[in-house]
């Protein structure tokens, strides 16, 4: 009879072990899958942002892509004045477009 309420206690105790051990597992299972859903949210949020951000400097070449022409001073040949202001050369504004397109297609 000793040996079989021993066993019993040990059995118990077993059992007690398992049983709280699965809990653990458990519950330390759902934590992780809260970590992970904040983590996934705050990235979620950071990509927004970043694509705004984004979209932001993809509106400003395009608000400030007219050129600015300065004007040079004025130059003199034989008493006529004469006034030359600086024009974009073709090269540059072809740079432009082609850069305006690859944003695009970012």
Do not use: A, C, D, H
């Not at 540059?92 to 082609?98: A, I, P």
Request: glycine letters at 2%.
């Amino acid at each position: 009879m000793m040996t079989e309420e021993k066993n019993n206690k040990v059995i118990k105790i077993l059992i007690i072990v398992v049983i709280s051990l699965s809990i653990i597992i458990f519950f330390s299972g759902i934590l992780y899958i809260f970590n992970i859903q904040n983590k996934i949210t705050k990235l979620e949020k950071e990509q927004q942002e970043y694509q705004k951000r984004q979209l932001e400097t993809q509106n400003i070449p395009s608000i400030q892509s007219v050129p600015i022409i300065q004007s040079q001073p004025k130059k003199t040949l034989g008493g006529n004045q004469i006034r030359r202001t600086q024009v974009p050369s073709p090269r540059k504004v072809k740079n432009k477009k082609s850069l305006e397109k690859k944003k695009k297609k970012m």
